[in-house]
């Protein structure tokens, strides 16, 4: 059974720093692109960064370039959003999904299986 739980949100002030993460189970990350995903009240969900089936490629929507990096550690099935720079409108709750292809631009185009979520709030 796929399962994608993610954890590491919560409050952290303008210019600071956190690092989600996103435990996979019941599949290898080489068998699938994992894109992050936010969505902050009365927005629509967009696609933040993805990486790649074989780790290879990394992705990222342009607002979070330089800013956000997204890596991997197979030996723990895990896919980690590294942000840094947090700026007030950063502020959603971001998920992970699976899916076969990444895009350009940062999105995931098809979703397979969706964790949870996590709440990020960058306030003073």
């Known amino acids: 059974q796929v ?3 993610e954890s590491g949100g919560g409050l952290v002030q303008p210019g600071g720093s ?3 993460s996103c435990a996979a ?4 990350l080489n068998s699938r692109s994992i894109g992050w995903f936010r969505q902050a009240p009365g927005k ?4 933040v960064s993805c990486i790649s089936a074989g780790g290879r490629f990394t992705y990222y929507l342009d607002s979070v370039k330089d800013r956000f990096t997204i890596s991997r550690d197979t030996a723990k099935n ?10 007030p409108e950063d502020t959603a709750v971001y998920s992970c999904a699976t ?3 990444c895009s350009v631009s940062g999105n995931l185009p098809t979703q ?8 990020v709030t960058v306030s003073s």
């Open 3 to 5: 399962q994608l739980v």
């Open 18 to 20: 956190l690092r989600l």
């Open 25 to 28: 189970s019941g599949f290898p």
């Open 44 to 47: 629509e969900r967009e696609g």
């Open 78 to 87: 895990t896919v980690y959003l590294h942000m840094n720079s947090l700026k």
């Open 99 to 101: 899916g076969p292809v």
């Open 112 to 119: 397979m299986n969706w964790g949870q979520g996590t709440q």
